[in-house]
């Protein structure tokens, strides 16, 4: 039996979610081992009760895995496990990010520029013309665009995407046996052979409601910033805007009249100061630094060149690897206690190294 099968079985045991597969596969050694494991042995695991450990002994996952395997092979599927190389390095750092993804598409989920749009489900003629002009003004930098195949400002995003030849993934709340809404098969289709269709759900999971929260925050997770196109005060696309915010990702917010219901959410996130307002593609680039050209590229790398401290090789390198980061990845990834850190930035953005950027995240300069 492959190991394959033993993953995608991992996704199947019932009330086991993303972190507590993941402390299965921690506390046993590995996919497979969690299913050699006894009873008593799985009972260790935080989160695992006698009944999920029963259902794990029992090993009837295996066959479910077994079934989606072949559909897997049969549709040309990628599965994608967290610590496979090509898994969304951007997604990967997160606590909650999915064990698995299913995706089917050409485009790279690590493409350098990634931009998230959502919005609501029922744009004003305004909405959908602004989120077309914004598709349209970021089209010479060449981002991936991600959004959630829904209706509306999703939908929107993609097609106007597809016609600017731009890569263009739909992240679904449900398995690749069927595109919801069916409406949206033919971009689906298209988005297929320029983008993709992303999913955590195996193919028989329908398209309930619980499941479009987790949806959203894959959508959060996977851009380097996050555009909002017209919501209400409640809804998917708020969600995912707070999710993206406590990733520490850049909002973006078009705001709209005081008393028109749609822009109530957007007005809102600019309001508390969880979104940057936004009325064009300018301010997106120049917040990501899109904007960067080759003669800055070349004074940035000369920069580099000065003596560097230890613990400022340590952040140069990360930065240079992750593009972005926060102060408690740097923390972490660095092993520079946070009062040092902040002083170490500090001093390295008087010398014009590194700049914080909404959200407080660092980049070089």
């Known amino acids: 039996m492959t190991d394959l099968l033993y993953k995608i079985a991992l996704t199947k045991i019932h009330r086991v979610g993303a972190i507590t597969a993941k402390n299965l596969i921690s506390y046993s050694g590995g996919a497979e081992a969690v299913f050699k494991s006894s009873k008593k042995a799985l009972m ?33 599927i990628r599965p994608i496990f967290y610590l496979d190389k ?15 993804l299913f ?73 690749l046996a069927r595109i919801y809404p069916p409406q949206h098969q033919k971009v689906a289709y298209e988005m297929v052979e320029n983008g993709g269709l992303l999913t955590e759900f195996t193919s028989n999971v329908m398209p309930d409601r619980e499941n479009f929260p987790m949806r959203n925050r894959i959508v959060a997770g996977l851009c380097d910033g996050l555009v909002v196109v017209e919501t209400a005060k409640k809804g998917g696309s708020m969600i995912t805007a707070r999710m993206a915010h406590s990733y520490h990702k850049p909002v973006f917010a078009v705001p709209g009249r005081v008393k028109d219901k749609m822009a109530k959410g957007c007005n ?26 080759e003669e800055e590229n070349i004074g940035r790398q000369a920069k580099l060149f000065v003596p560097l401290t230890d613990e400022e090789t340590k952040i140069i390198d990360l930065l240079q690897n992750e593009e972005e980061a926060d102060i408690d990845k740097l923390s972490i990834d660095t092993k520079i206690d946070h009062s040092k850190l902040a002083s170490i930035l500090l001093e390295m953005e008087l010398k014009g190294m590194v700049r914080m950027i909404p959200g407080k995240r660092f980049i070089l300069t």
Not at 55 to 71: C, G, R, T
Not at 86 to 100: A, F, G, S, T, W
Request: with cysteine.
């Open 86 to 100: 090509d898994y969304p390095q951007r997604l990967k750092h997160y606590h909650d990010c999915p064990l698995m």
């Open 103 to 175: 995706y089917k598409g050409t485009a790279d989920l690590n493409h350098h520029r990634i931009i998230g749009i959502v919005g609501t489900r029922k744009p004003s003629s305004y909405g959908t013309a602004i989120c077309e002009e914004l598709v349209s003004e970021l089209a010479p930098y060449q981002p991936l665009v991600v959004s959630g195949l829904a209706y509306g400002i999703d939908v929107t995003a993609h097609r106007k995407s597809v016609e600017m030849g731009l890569q263009t993934i739909g992240v679904m709340g449900n398995g």
């Open 44 to 76: 260790k695991v935080p989160g695992i009760g006698e009944s999920t450990a029963q259902e794990i002994v029992s090993q009837n996952v295996l066959l479910e895995a077994e079934m989606e395997a072949e559909f897997i092979e049969k549709h040309e």
């Open 268 to 293: 809102i996130l600019i309001k508390e100061g969880k979104a940057q307002l936004v009325e064009n593609a300018s301010d997106i680039v120049q917040t990501l630094n899109w904007d960067m050209g």
